[in-house]
């Protein structure tokens, strides 16, 4: 197969050359407004053209070496004295698979557990190109289903203003639930 980055001949959907080059990352921190803390690995405009493929089955593949040279990385390096779950933002199965499923499963280490259909949002609302306001009239409204007094990572792809994780995160915390901070792919401030 052909990379669909350079067009050279890979084993890879994007080769090797191409992964160091687009998938070099730098970790950034923004704390949102309810001292959230979130991490983002790629600024999206590098991503840009990946993310969007994200209901695609080559999407699943991208997402795939994406959170691999990412969240995987980050795992490794991940310290921490208890468990520690990592919940998906709305992890429901679109287009085949869940893109947000694939990043938290590439936490998985001895510490950290991913934990799917925990988290979901019972208004399935596209806040895709919304403005902050739109956001803020049209919650999610997430329903949590799991263990209460718990460390949680919270996983998203993409923070944009950061409405989402923060919805999310108070959902969690009526249930006495400890989000350590929260990691994307992406940040689209940046």
Not at 36 to 53: H, N
Not at 82 to 98: E, F, N
Not at 152 to 162: M, P, R, S
């Amino acid at each position: 197969m052909k990379c669909i980055s350079c067009n050279t001949y890979s084993f890879s959907l994007i080769c090797h050359d191409c992964q160091r080059k687009f998938f070099t990352y730098k970790t950034t921190k923004r704390v949102l407004h309810d001292n959230l803390i979130v991490y983002s690995f790629y600024p999206y405009s590098q991503i840009e053209d990946f993310i969007k493929t994200k209901h695609t089955y080559r999407g699943a593949k991208l997402y795939k070496l994406l959170a691999n040279n990412s969240f995987k990385v980050f795992s490794k390096k991940f310290d921490f004295t208890d468990r520690v779950y990592a919940i998906p933002i709305d992890d429901k199965v679109t287009s085949l698979y869940s893109h947000t499923a694939i990043l938290a499963r590439s936490l998985k280490s001895k510490i950290i557990v991913p934990r799917y259909n925990t988290l979901r949002a019972k208004n399935q609302v596209n806040y895709s190109a919304k403005t902050l306001e739109y956001r803020l009239k049209n919650p999610r409204n997430f329903h949590y289903s799991y263990k209460n007094d718990i460390d949680v990572i919270l996983v998203d792809d993409v923070i944009t203003t950061g409405t989402t994780l923060s919805e999310a995160k108070a959902t969690l915390k009526k249930y006495n639930v400890n989000v350590l901070f929260a990691l994307t792919l992406a940040d689209a401030r940046q």
